[in-house]
């Protein structure tokens, strides 16, 4: 299996729909991410988990709800999401939560298109 | 304010050279990162620069200047498969990731 794996790879939903992304590492790390990307812009970190601990949450709407059950699986929970919330949403998992020096393994995605 | 900027797009011919520059006016200097993203897959480590100087890695080399807040990667004999974004981050003093936007790489026949 891969190494950072998120489905669905595509989600389109109304605003007021609700939905989830799902994320999972199978390369046994301690820190997992989301990340938003939009079209010509630098990554936005949403959120981070150590051991399963949110240990980051930057100043993301509570439309955004994320869960962390273990340390290999992460999920991004939506509700009433805006158009602007459109973008490709990245997870992605470190060994531990020192990323100055430790790469990011990045999953491919999920391309969100709220109408 | 943090800044990351490079390129929005650059073009090159394939089997060529190309020089993809990072600037970067950050609260502090805890290393700087490349990352690879084909359109559609996951962005891919390239490179991490802590210290001055070049790091050759194949056809592929990073360097960096920090008394400039400046890097650059460096693509050698250019393929077809190099087509795709590259993106340069810096570890600030906090140890946040601070983001460029990326270039777009576009490699032509």
């Known amino acids: 299996e891969t190494g950072v794996t998120q489905t669905p790879r595509h989600l389109v939903m109304g605003m007021t729909n609700k939905k989830s992304l799902k994320c999972e590492q199978h390369?046994?790390?301690?820190?997992m991410y989301w990340y938003k990307q939009s079209a010509k812009k630098p990554l936005e970190l949403m959120f981070v988990?150590?051991?399963?601990?949110?240990?980051e949450n930057n100043s993301v709407p509570s439309r955004f709800s994320p869960e962390c059950p273990n340390s290999s699986h992460l999920f991004l929970h939506l509700h009433t999401l805006q158009p602007e919330d459109s973008a490709l949403y990245l997870c992605?998992?470190?060994?531990?939560?020192?990323?100055?020096?430790?790469?990011?393994?990045f999953g491919e995605g999920s391309r969100l298109t709220v109408l | 304010g943090q800044n990351i900027d490079q390129p929005t797009e650059m073009t090159a011919t394939e089997g060529a050279i190309v020089q993809i520059n990072c600037t970067y006016q950050?609260?502090?200097?805890?290393?700087l990162f490349w990352y690879q993203q084909h359109a559609g897959e996951a962005p891919t480590f390239l490179s991490y620069?802590?210290l001055d100087g070049l790091e050759e890695k194949g056809r592929f080399s990073s360097f960096l200047s920090r008394s400039k807040g400046y890097s650059y990667l460096l693509l050698k004999e250019l393929q077809m498969k190099d087509s795709a974004s590259y993106l340069c981050?810096?570890?600030?003093?906090?140890?946040?990731?601070?983001w460029g936007a990326g270039t777009k790489l576009i490699i032509k026949p």
């Open positions: 992605a998992s470190s060994q531990d939560l020192d990323t100055h020096t430790g790469e990011l393994f």
């Open positions: 950050t609260s502090g200097f805890n290393g």
């Open positions: 981050a810096v570890v600030d003093s906090n140890y946040q990731l601070i």
């Open positions: 988990y150590s051991l399963e601990e949110r240990v």
């Open positions: 620069n802590v």
């Open positions: 390369l046994g790390h301690n820190a």
